[in-house]
């Protein structure tokens, strides 16, 4: 059976918009070779010289001679982004979040995605349980990288346990293959206590060493943790003490390999810096930020985004009452953040809250996992200003909900409050406090 992709959206100003394919126009082939997926489709477009079959929605078919730059992309998008069906995750992991959550929630919420094409193009990472010896082969012969890898362990035996699939010690020797390639990847380890931590996390970081430099970073996070566990394997919450270790093991293989590679590839997420109460490390540890998405220094690129903005500013005494919302975690910092500003702005009152979750429970701190009824359950009554800030990872951008399906615009009619999204960076940050200077 052939497969046929119909295009969802051509990009104003692209090659597509010129030689007139528009939405609902099929793509059948480029350069005579059949299109399996999104893979393929990188592959074959980046050429220089494309022989594009297009076929309208009448049965009528366009043959394209198309000469471009090479790497060029002709602009044009599909309503399945990879172009084939998303892959589900066969794991059954001991950490897994989706299992923690609660019944009656949105169904997109509970799919679990194991696809190699969303780790190339998403960022999202694959345990590689679900990747067939053909996508390794593609993936190499394409090139197509980074790849990012869930190791979790590097114990065969363990890491069958934690992922619950017996093939999932086997899945590790892909890297090999991977990394035979020259394929750049980086990786992470949930961290469980007592599973994969203290001499396991020694011997994974040792195993994963001997990628470098192919694996180019790796992040260790610590499991996140609901009050829906009812029936799942008993994990516990690490403690302060559990937390310096853990940083004291990365810290030590961090140097190691510094030493050898010039760089650090192994790092710790901002959770166990405040865990342990010891100060994020400064940005050049941190390696251009490679594992950000993976919260690993978004502390010290906030802090040091919000200095350098903040030592251009020269106050003024104009009258401002905003106020701020984010997760437990973060909330330290933000409100440090507030108390610089109000001292160089001293008729601006800043009001910020830590959000408590009472929706997943109180062990999930982080700002992304707050809902829209404890926003409203918490902040009901408190003064909140003329506008009440919401860092963007709240909510779903196109959507404009939170993850309780509950509406931007019903937050704010519960609160009586306009509500302002606000970027992640430091400068957006004071930009959203010092709106009304912005606007005069």
């Not at 049965?59 to 790497?71: A, F, P």
């Not at 699939?165 to 020259?182: C, M, Q, S, T, V």
């Not at 700002?367 to 009824?373: K, M, N, V, Y």
Request: glycine share 8%; net charge negative.
């Amino acid at each position: 059976m052939k497969h046929v992709h119909i295009i969802d959206r051509v990009l104003p100003g692209s090659i597509a918009e010129e030689l007139e394919i528009e939405k609902g126009d099929r793509l059948l082939s480029i350069n005579g070779q059949e299109i399996g997926d999104v893979f393929d489709y990188h592959f074959l477009v980046n050429d220089d010289y494309l022989n594009v079959l297009i076929e309208k929605p009448d049965g009528e078919q366009w043959e394209l001679e198309i000469e471009k730059d090479y790497e060029d992309d002709l602009g044009i998008e599909f309503g399945q982004g990879l172009m084939d069906e998303y892959r589900s995750c066969r794991n059954k992991c001991m950490f897994c979040f989706i299992d923690q959550m609660p019944k009656g929630m949105r169904e997109t919420l509970y799919f679990k995605d194991d696809d190699s094409r969303l780790s190339f193009l998403q960022g999202n990472y694959i345990t590689l349980t679900n990747m067939s010896d053909y996508d390794v082969d593609r993936i190499v012969r394409y090139h197509l990288e980074p790849i990012n890898i869930s190791f979790h362990t590097t114990n065969p035996e363990l890491r069958c346990k934690m992922l619950h699939n017996r093939f999932a010690g086997e899945a590790l020797k892909k890297i090999d293959r991977l990394y035979e390639g020259g394929i750049t990847m980086n990786g992470q380890i949930v961290l469980c206590k007592g599973v994969n931590d203290g001499e396991e996390l020694e011997r994974s970081i040792r195993d994963m060493m001997n990628y470098l430099p192919c694996l180019q970073s790796v992040s260790v996070v610590p499991v996140g943790l609901t009050k829906y566990r009812e029936g799942l394997y008993p994990l516990e919450s690490f403690t302060k003490e559990d937390a310096k270790e853990v940083l004291a093991i990365i810290h030590k293989w961090q140097q190691k390999a510094y030493d050898e590679y010039g760089y650090h590839f192994i790092h710790a997420g901002d959770e166990w810096y405040i865990l342990a109460e010891e100060e994020v490390p400064e940005e050049e540890r941190y390696d251009g930020y490679l594992q950000l998405e993976n919260g690993v220094g978004m502390m010290r690129l906030l802090q040091n985004e919000f200095k350098e903005a903040y030592d251009t500013l020269s106050g003024d005494d104009k009258e401002r009452e905003v106020s701020v919302a984010t997760g437990l975690l973060s909330y330290p910092l933000i409100k440090s953040m507030s108390e610089r500003l109000e001292e160089k702005y001293p008729n601006t009152k800043i009001h910020v809250y830590g959000i408590k979750n009472d929706f997943f429970g109180e062990k999930i701190t982080v700002s992304g996992l707050i809902t829209g009824q404890d926003l409203v359950g918490q902040l009901k009554g408190r003064p909140l200003g003329n506008r009440l800030l919401l860092p963007c990872n709240m909510v779903r951008t196109q959507e404009q909900d939170f993850l309780d399906d509950m509406t931007r615009e019903q937050v704010e009619d519960a609160l009586q409050v306009e509500t302002d999204i606000v970027k992640s960076s430091g400068q957006d940050f004071i930009e959203a406090i010092l709106q009304v200077e912005k606007e005069n």
